[in-house]
């Protein structure tokens, strides 16, 4: 598919492309007219990201959409025009004859080296990244690490075509390359929503335009999960149903199994990504040590974040829920190891625990109204916040920041914090010990109704504990 590399004269008056050559590399320890193992071009490609700052996930996608990760056809001949527009190897890489010349690229080696292909083609995805905020749009905050942050740069790697624009075609180039990564890379939150087009054509051009300095904002950002370094602290997740990961002997998914390991277990990695020779698995494995047991676990996985193995807790169910809500910074544990349970929570902490949830702000003019907290306090902010949002209001300017929260309250909390998440019910539940006139008792059955929580008797004047509380935040979370 054509890459639209000659464009520049059309948009600034001096090269997008700079005066750096591509192809610089004079060795790069690649045996030339030689179909690599699929597991050495997935190496290939994943060291050659890595080295620009690329995930390894799209430009594995890239080559598998664009040659099904092949230099060579069934002949041993270089495969040329793939997709009818002159693209060249594994990478499909377009240039016309004075881009061959002004970026000092060799077509042979092009045409007979993968490794060099590869190169090739993570230079130019990279300099179509460059354009973000001038000829395509920026995304999101503009972290490289970020998949969905590429949607732009992706598709000006195939082309910036009508063909690529998702309100006139709705299979475009930069929708399969996110559906490869979603199957292949085995990511399945990976976002493959369009992001709000702008996009805008010149009378009889098909070349999509965009505003410059435009960004959008996607509403999922999924960091890559190849992209770990040796010694960097990561945890174990997948968001299906399964409840542990395979730690296998080997890196591969035939390999023998050595244990299984549950969700959020704090893990060190301890070496490179490695790969199988499956084509169709564009994940690898990290090497780890888990139980004194070197292994292997597949990157799609692993998650970035230091996760605490608290010493009390001992539930699994418990475990995953407070780790979900750690690695979102939402609650921590104590400085001797320990998460205290069972302990009661204080409504300052369950404030805490709300504004990082919610991601709450307040106006900066805005005045805490409750007379009851210290301005130097720790959870003055906090307590600001909540009382902004009608979260906890107290009363007679007392919001309590050192009581500790009942279940009641909890209830009127959560359902203020989440009321589109729980809509009312046709048919009220009967309680045990709630009865309808209580002050809050829509409040508890909404909880109920949407199984927020299971208990009846629901003992609304007893204390939330710390766990009680990190389990009902993280189920109206993820409702």
């Not at 060249?88 to 993968?114: A, W, Y």
């Amino acid at each position: 598919m054509k890459k639209w590399l000659a464009v520049s004269t059309l948009v600034v008056g001096v090269s997008m492309f700079g005066n750096a050559a591509l192809g610089a590399d004079e060795d790069i320890g690649t045996p030339s007219n030689e179909e690599l193992s699929y597991k050495q071009k997935k190496d290939l490609l994943t060291e050659e990201a890595l080295e620009k700052d690329i995930p390894p996930e799209i430009l594995k996608a890239i080559a598998f959409e664009e040659t099904g990760m092949r230099q060579f056809d069934e002949n041993g001949d270089p495969v040329l025009n793939e997709n009818e527009d002159g693209g060249i190897g594994i990478m499909q890489v377009t240039l016309n004859e004075d881009d061959f010349e002004n970026r000092n690229v060799d077509q042979d080696r092009l045409e007979n080296d993968t490794a060099y292909n590869i190169e090739i083609g993570a230079e130019l995805l990279n300099e179509k990244w460059e354009w973000s905020g001038d000829i395509i749009p920026s995304v999101n905050d503009g972290n490289r690490h970020i998949l969905e942050n590429w949607y732009y740069a992706i598709l000006a790697y195939n082309g910036l075509d009508q063909r690529n624009d998702p309100t006139n075609n709705g299979d475009t180039y930069q929708s399969d390359i996110y559906s490869t990564i979603e199957d292949k890379s085995f990511l399945e939150d990976v976002s493959i929503d369009t992001p709000e087009w702008e996009g805008m054509y010149k009378d009889g051009e098909n070349r999509i335009r965009f505003e410059e300095g435009e960004n959008v904002t996607t509403d999922r950002q999924t960091l890559s999960t190849q992209m770990f370094e040796n010694g960097e602290d990561v945890y174990t997740f997948r968001s299906e149903s399964e409840t542990t990961i395979n730690f296998r002997e080997e890196s591969a998914n035939t390999s023998r199994l050595l244990s299984e390991v549950p969700l959020y277990m704090p893990l060190e990695v301890e070496g490179s990504l490695e790969h199988d020779d499956n084509r169709d698995h564009h994940f690898g494995y990290y090497p780890f040590y888990y139980a004194d047991i070197h292994g292997y676990m597949a990157s799609a996985y692993v998650r970035e974040g230091e996760i605490t193995n608290f010493s009390d807790v001992r539930n699994q169910k418990l475990t995953e829920v407070i780790g979900y809500l750690e690695a979102r910074d939402i609650i921590n544990g104590y400085p001797d190891g320990t998460f205290a349970p069972n302990k009661s929570i204080p409504r300052k902490h369950a404030a805490s625990m709300l504004v990082e949830a919610l991601d709450l702000d307040v106006p900066d003019d805005y005045e805490l109204q409750a007379t009851d907290v210290e301005e130097d306090s720790p959870y003055y902010s906090d307590m600001k916040a909540v009382e902004y949002h009608g979260l906890m209001t107290g009363s007679d300017q007392n919001i309590r920041p050192n009581e500790t929260m009942t279940r009641a309250q909890m209830a009127s909390v959560l359902v203020a914090a989440y009321d589109e998440k729980l809509p009312a019910t046709e048919e009220p539940h009967k309680f045990e010990d709630v009865t309808q006139d209580f002050w809050n008792y829509e409040a508890i059955d909404k909880l109920y109704q949407h199984e927020l929580t299971t208990e009846d008797p629901f003992r609304p004047g007893g204390d939330v504990t710390r766990s009680q509380f990190a389990r009902f935040l993280e189920r109206a979370m993820t409702k």
